[in-house]
């Protein structure tokens, strides 16, 4: 690529992550889960046992090598510490102000913990540090994710505009908004997984270098270090490298393939090491220890065969259901049949992310914690989502355009209004957003806290919203349609 197209380049995907940050952190979620207390417990005590929380919630479990854990990998939590230890004197303060403000009963019963921190008069305290984790962790990281996908579009020989109208369609009119509200393990495991695929494919067809290996394995192993569903990008990018590997001579596929082991040693190493610290055991996971659900009757600690209803569930149920949460999802199982197409996937990577979607199908239909999503909405299969987007968009562009601009809008607009009322379903959505007056649930809470909330602000920020989506509209002027996917120029066979 020449040096003013690569800074030109570069231009777009900053305009892609800004205007992704800035999305994902108004839309932020005041939601204290799982992940937040081992994060907590690191910046006030410096250990990740969390036994001074121990009873906030059914996820923290004593161990039996001493104090209290919960049950999942402590990846998103330790990166969910960082920007809590930058900010740890304002929490301080914080923390004991808020303490001072005068203490109301709850108002509902809904086992929402916002309940529990106010009647303990630290609500406004573990609002700004769920603030802190979406605006300085989940949204920079998953807008991150979406402008490399821009840069690696623009790579392809893919305009500026439509590449960044491409990636913004798929940071914002699909589920990675909704899912970046909050501090969630499973986001972190789709932008790492995803940031490994885009990082091992080279546009250009060059030779797979070593440190793009290395750098790919660190994030896959990081991806296991969230969760164990990592294992899939852990598998999958182990075989893009192998692939990879068979275009270079010699023995350079098996120097290609230890150095992504090498990446991915770091995360695997840490995971076993803190399993054994925490529980006392190398093997076995932290679901082993906790106390028996409905979930965990079936297979071992709720890891059975895949089941058919349960994979079904994960397709359309319509509280968590990937394809109920954005159906224009479903348009990526066209693309391997369509022939007269600008812009194209290579064949290889396609099969590639069919395989990623595929496993991860079938390890969310072996996971019968899926059954539990409900109560946050669409969570397991998100890791997914990038990859079925970027297919998607290829079969947009086999659509009248008038309808890939229908589709596009209605996505955007579903995805919007999901995540500003937090509801698990577009009709839920809508009523909350009728009933609360466009505003957003943090300020909401605010007002439950004591503090003064102006009747101005959601008007504001749906105003800078609208601007941000009026941008998007006008961005691509100079092309068809931001409906372009990613290839490496014309259609290859």
């Not at 893919?158 to 986001?187: D, E, V, Y």
């Amino acid at each position: 690529m020449p040096p003013g197209a690569a800074i030109r380049g570069r231009g777009w995907a900053w305009r892609v992550f800004f205007t992704c940050w800035l999305v994902y952190s108004v839309f932020w979620t005041p939601y204290l889960i799982r992940e937040h207390f081992p994060a907590l417990a690191l910046v006030e005590r410096g250990s990740l046992n969390v036994e001074r929380y121990a009873g906030w919630t059914q996820d923290i479990f004593p161990s039996p090598a001493g104090g209290a854990f919960i049950n999942n990998n402590p990846g998103a939590s330790l990166a969910g510490s960082i920007p809590l230890l930058l900010f740890r004197p304002v929490l301080v303060r914080v923390d004991r102000w808020s303490q001072t403000l005068p203490r109301t009963q709850p108002v509902t019963d809904d086992g929402e913990l916002f309940w529990r921190a106010l009647a303990e008069g630290r609500a406004v305290y573990f609002m700004l540090v769920e603030f802190l984790t979406v605006a300085l962790l989940m949204a920079p990281v998953t807008a991150g994710t979406i402008a490399f996908l821009c840069s690696r579009l623009i790579a392809a020989g893919i305009p500026g505009p439509k590449a960044t109208a491409a990636s913004l369609l798929c940071g914002l009119a699909t589920p990675m908004l909704f899912r970046a509200a909050h501090l969630n393990h499973n986001l972190l495991v789709a932008d790492a997984g995803f940031v490994a695929l885009l990082l091992l494919w080279d546009p250009q067809g060059r030779r797979l270098a070593g440190w793009s290996a290395t750098v790919a394995g660190l994030l896959a192993g990081y991806a296991l270090l969230c969760d164990f569903s990592g294992l899939v990008v852990v598998a999958v990018a182990a075989l893009y490298v192998w692939l990879r590997g068979s275009e270079q001579p010699g023995r350079a596929r098996w120097r290609a393939l230890t150095a992504y082991a090498l990446g991915v040693l770091p995360g695997a190493a840490g995971l076993m090491l803190y399993q054994a610290w925490a529980f006392g055991s190398f093997y076995r996971p932290s679901q082993h220890y906790m106390l028996p659900t409905a979930p965990t009757a079936h297979g071992y600690r709720g890891f059975d065969w895949p089941s058919p209803s349960l994979l079904w569930a994960n397709f359309f149920d319509p509280r968590f259901g990937l394809f109920a949460y954005c159906p224009a999802l479903m348009l990526a199982f066209a693309a391997p049949f369509l022939e007269r197409v600008r812009y194209r996937v290579p064949r290889r990577e396609m099969w590639i992310l069919y395989a990623y979607f595929t496993l991860f199908v079938l390890f969310c239909a072996a996971n019968q914690y899926s059954w539990l999503q409900p109560l946050t909405g669409l969570r397991y299969l998100v890791p997914v989502v990038p990859a079925l987007a970027l297919l998607a968009l290829e079969t947009a562009q086999a659509l009248p355009r008038a309808l890939r601009w229908l589709v596009a809008a209605a996505a955007a607009a579903q995805s919007l209004a999901m995540a500003a009322a937090h509801e698990n379903n577009l009709r839920d959505s809508l009523a909350t957003l009728w009933r609360r007056r466009g505003a957003l649930l943090w300020m909401i809470r605010l007002r439950d806290a004591g503090l003064d909330v102006p009747r101005w602000l959601p008007l504001l920020v749906w105003a800078v919203v609208a601007a941000v989506c009026l941008w998007i509209c006008v961005l691509p002027r100079y092309s068809a349609a931001p409906e372009l996917s990613p290839g490496s120029g014309k259609s290859k066979r």
